[in-house]
Structures are given as structure tokens and as C-alpha cells.
């Protein structure tokens, strides 16, 4: 019995760019954040991370930062271990927390020191 072909996702799950495109988009958004992480501000190589996760639909310009490897992987420890919440600001900016809590589903800690940080050039596809 031969199977029906799986529909095709809409949206790819890893870059939206070809190669070359996305060689460039990362190299003009690591510039703008001057070659830094922007969550430690170390200068160490780079991964492009999205704020909102391409699986919920986020956009490419204006959504993704650089972070270090490092900064990369406690976006996805558990609470216990200090997780890295980021959100979306007007004009390119960032605000991240590292939250730790008992669990997922507890409430948040009353008091989350926020840092707000920026690229030290517009990013691409910020107005």
C-alpha cells in the first residue's frame, strides 16, 4: 500500500534565507550588536536567536539578537536552573531576566530584574 505524501509545512523550521542571504543577515545583525553577545556582552562567536521562536511564527527582521553559545542554551534550562526570558522593545531593543522559580507553572518571582539592552547600530529591519 503506497502512502499519501505529508503536507509541506508552510514555514521552514530552521533559516528562512538561502545561505548566502543568511550569511549576510547574520553578519549585518552580529554588526549592529557590535560582535557581542547581548545578553553577557562577551565577544565570543555568535548564534542568531529569535525572541519569538520561528515555531510560534515569529518574524526574521527586528525579532532575532546575537547570543553566545552559552547565553543560547539557558534559553531553554529548566526554571529551577535559571532560565533566560527575553521579550521584543520598539526599535531593535531587547529586555532579558534570568527567572528562577520551582517550576514552569509556579508564579512568577515578585521582583524580576529586567536589563534592557540594544544593537549600538539600528538593526536590520528595525524602523
Known amino acids: 500500500m503506497k502512502r499519501a505524501p505529508l503536507a509541506r509545512r508552510t514555514r521552514s523550521h530552521r533559516n528562512a534565507y538561502a545561505p548566502d542571504d543568511y550569511a549576510q543577515f547574520r553578519a549585518r545583525l552580529c554588526a549592529a550588536w557590535g560582535w557581542r553577545c547581548g545578553c553577557c556582552g562577551k565577544a565570543r562567536p555568535l548564534q542568531v536567536d529569535?525572541?519569538?521562536?520561528?515555531?510560534?511564527?515569529?518574524?526574521?527582521?527586528?525579532?532575532?539578537?546575537?547570543?553566545?553559545?552559552?547565553?543560547?542554551?539557558?534559553?531553554?534550562?529548566?526554571?529551577?536552573?535559571?532560565?533566560?526570558?527575553?521579550?521584543?522593545?520598539?526599535?531593535?531593543?531587547?529586555?532579558?531576566?534570568?527567572?528562577?522559580?520551582?517550576?514552569?507553572?509556579?508564579?512568577?518571582?515578585?521582583?524580576?530584574?529586567?536589563?534592557?539592552?540594544g544593537p549600538t547600530e539600528p538593526e536590520p529591519g528595525a524602523a
Do not use: M, Y
Not at 77 to 96: A, D, I, T
Open 50 to 117: 529569535p525572541v519569538i521562536r520561528r515555531s510560534q511564527l515569529g518574524p526574521d527582521e527586528g525579532n532575532c539578537w546575537p547570543l553566545c553559545w552559552e547565553c543560547h542554551a539557558r534559553r531553554d534550562w529548566p526554571f529551577e536552573r535559571g532560565r533566560l526570558l527575553v521579550e521584543n522593545l520598539e526599535h531593535g531593543r531587547k529586555r532579558w531576566a534570568i527567572v528562577t522559580k520551582a517550576d514552569k507553572w509556579a508564579p512568577d518571582p515578585p521582583k524580576v530584574a529586567w536589563t534592557e539592552v
